[in-house]
T-cell receptor
């Protein structure tokens, strides 16, 4: 079974440009999460999809960030326009349902560098 | 004040040593307590989880939760060079009978086990 895959693994852009990160969750997983780790800080929750619906987007930093999950399969996270402070590693995670622990399976992350 | 505090280390120990990793937290609503292991350039992977207070053992790993002190620990016995990684504590409150999936992470402790 394929794990959570993220693309690109690393993106370097200029301030003011747009970047779109993609996440393919594990097949059959209705729940999809985006997290971010800024250098020197802890991993922080951004938002949670259940299928195509946003369940919780309380962690989204501002309106420059737009997440979508059309059709309830893969998800994209767009940053437009990017700022220097957006640099970090963006992790996607998925899980099938709530369950006992509802273990989250993380992807390897997309590293974003804004110059 | 951060919700979860974790000493980032680094922590360096000789092979075979007992390792103790710890986190403190402030939110009494947390019910699920997890330890993730993250190798360099990889995503976090779930190592141990504990619901509410108590101990849990899995091979060389033991997780402890003391809710009265808001303190959790991970012990690694007979540490191996392959245990060298960053260890992240994470916590979650409840959604129904399971965790919400909205994890609050500590900063992570970098562990190096020297042969």
């Amino acid at each position: 079974e394929a794990g959570v895959t993220q693309f690109p693994s690393h993106s370097v852009i200029e301030k003011g440009q747009t970047v779109t990160l993609r996440c393919d969750p594990i097949s059959g997983h209705d729940n999809l999460y985006w997290y971010r780790r800024v250098m020197g800080k802890e991993i922080k929750f951004l938002l949670h999809f259940v299928k195509e619906s946003k369940q919780d987007e309380s962690g989204m930093p501002n309106n420059r960030f737009l997440a979508e999950r059309t059709g309830g399969t893969y998800s994209t996270l767009k940053v437009q326009p990017a700022e220097l402070e957006d640099s970090g590693v963006y992790f996607c995670a998925s899980r099938r349902g709530q369950g006992e622990t509802g273990e989250l399976f993380f992807g390897e992350g997309s590293r974003l560098t804004v110059l | 004040q951060k919700e979860v505090e974790q000493d980032p280390g680094p922590l360096s120990v000789p092979e075979g040593a007992i390792v103790s990793l710890n986190c403190t937290y402030s939110n009494s609503a947390f019910q699920y307590f997890m330890w993730y292991r993250q190798y360099s350039r990889k995503g976090p992977e779930l190592l141990m989880y504990t619901y509410s207070s108590g101990n849990k053992e899995d091979g060389r790993f033991t997780a402890q939760v003391d809710k009265s002190s808001k303190y959790i620990s991970l012990f690694i016995r007979d540490s191996q060079p392959s245990d060298s990684a960053t260890y992240l504590c994470a916590m979650s409150d409840l959604h129904g009978s399971s965790n919400t999936g909205k994890l609050i992470f500590g900063q992570g402790t970098t562990l190096q086990v020297k042969p």
